[in-house]
């Protein structure tokens, strides 16, 4: 199937700790991003990247960090989890440059810190 | 800083009545516009997506644009209680890259 999938879709771990969640699309887009959406259901991007270069980079504190090993693929990485850390994390992946194309959204990962 | 407004409801439809979303945005160069629904506990999925002034139609969805007041809308006939969801409005920056999302409206078609 086309689509964005990202892994996993729950994550519950302790403050302190540090982790990772993966993104592929198979949608052959050259444009991948992380949302975060909190608790009131505020969907606010994080990070964009364009052809495994980072393109937009929101006010997110350093302990987030993106990684993009090909364009297919946008890893988050977590560190020193906090309690406010937790919401529902979104990969999503469009096509730049034409303006008209939306936003394909992965199925989320729910990130529960103790 | 780019924004988007809606208001967050709940915006309560008894079934089979139109239902009307609105949402305004602040980048008066912004191009692209879009309407996603959620269901709770999933992701958004895109149902409308509309670029020049007036109105598009897509079955029982109407989208609504007004370029010079800077207010975008949704208009869903005949409601179902299937339509019940938050209702996102995004709109897309001029360099095409970057998408910026309303609250979201939360509609509750009621039987």
């Known amino acids: 199937d086309t689509a964005v999938s990202q892994t996993p879709k729950y994550l519950v771990t302790q403050m302190g700790n540090d982790k990772s969640i993966k993104c592929e699309q198979n949608?052959?887009?050259?444009?991948m991003y992380w949302y975060k959406q909190d608790s009131k259901k505020f969907l606010k991007i994080m990070f964009s990247y364009n052809n495994k270069e980072l393109i937009i980079n929101e006010t997110v504190p350093n302990r987030f960090s993106p990684k993009s090993p090909d364009k297919a693929h946008l890893n988050l990485h977590i560190n020193s989890l906090e309690l406010g850390d937790s919401a529902v994390y979104f990969c999503a992946s469009s096509q730049p440059g034409r303006g008209r194309s939306p936003l394909h959204f992965g199925n989320g990962t729910r990130l529960t810190v103790t | 800083q780019k924004e988007v407004e809606q208001n967050s409801g709940p915006l309560s439809v008894p079934e089979g009545a139109i239902a009307s979303l609105n949402c305004t945005y602040s980048?008066?160069?912004?191009?692209?516009f879009f309407w996603y629904r959620q269901y709770s506990g999933k992701s958004p999925e895109l149902i409308m997506s509309i670029y020049s002034n007036g109105d598009k139609e897509d079955g029982r969805f109407t989208a609504q644009l007004n370029k010079a007041s800077q207010y975008v809308s949704l208009l869903i006939r005949d409601s179902q209680p299937s339509d019940s969801a938050t209702y996102l409005c995004a709109v897309k920056d001029n360099a095409g890259n970057m998408l910026t999302f309303g609250g979201g409206t939360r509609l509750m078609v009621k039987p």
């Open positions: 949608l052959g887009h050259d444009t």
């Open positions: 980048d008066r160069g912004s191009q692209s």
